[in-house]
């Protein structure tokens, strides 16, 4: 393994720029999904989330670097568990997990997962979750290799304020 995994702060956010960048940009060509926010606009509004998220200290920040570039990076979040289904009284949920392109299939994704296995340990959590878009096959893959299984459908309805 030629990268590091290390937990990363607020002064690393901006660096996460380019691979929030090319996860936006895959996400807009997954069929079947609600529209969405321009560019600048998805970062600036996930760049707040991760600032808020570090400073109130429920967030994590995992960062996969080669040298002085971030390759990958998994934003985590520590909630309180379930109250109908016995998952423990604390979950760790991956929020985010972005790995540049041209460095899928090299095990950096593999090493955030199992980072955040780690950080979930350490806190105490039995359960680790993460969100994947219903159409985002790969990723679907990806998690079920690695253990995860379907849990919770969440259903939208668009267009509510519309009447």
């Known amino acids: 393994m030629d990268f590091v995994v290390r937990r990363g702060t607020t002064q690393d956010i901006d660096r996460l720029a380019p691979l929030w960048e090319a996860l936006r940009a895959h996400h807009a060509t997954l069929p079947a999904m609600p529209p ?3 560019p600048h606009r998805s970062w600036e509004y996930r760049r707040g ?4 998220w570090l400073e109130e200290g429920r967030g994590t920040l995992l960062i996969a670097e080669r040298g002085d570039e971030a390759i990958g990076y998994a934003m985590l979040t520590t909630g309180p568990g379930a109250a109908t289904w016995d998952m423990g009284e604390t979950i760790v949920e991956v929020e985010t997990l972005s790995v540049l ?12 997962l199992e980072a955040a296995e780690e950080f979930a340990r350490e806190v105490g959590a039995r359960t680790l979750a993460v969100g994947v878009a219903h159409t985002n096959s790969d990723a679907i893959r990806f998690y079920e290799r690695h253990g995860y299984r379907p849990f919770y459908v969440t259903l939208l309805r668009t267009g509510v304020d519309e009447g």
């Open 49 to 52: 989330q991760y600032r808020t």
């Open 101 to 112: 392109a041209a460095e899928r299939g090299q095990g950096v994704g593999t090493a955030l």
């Open 36 to 38: 969405k926010r321009a």
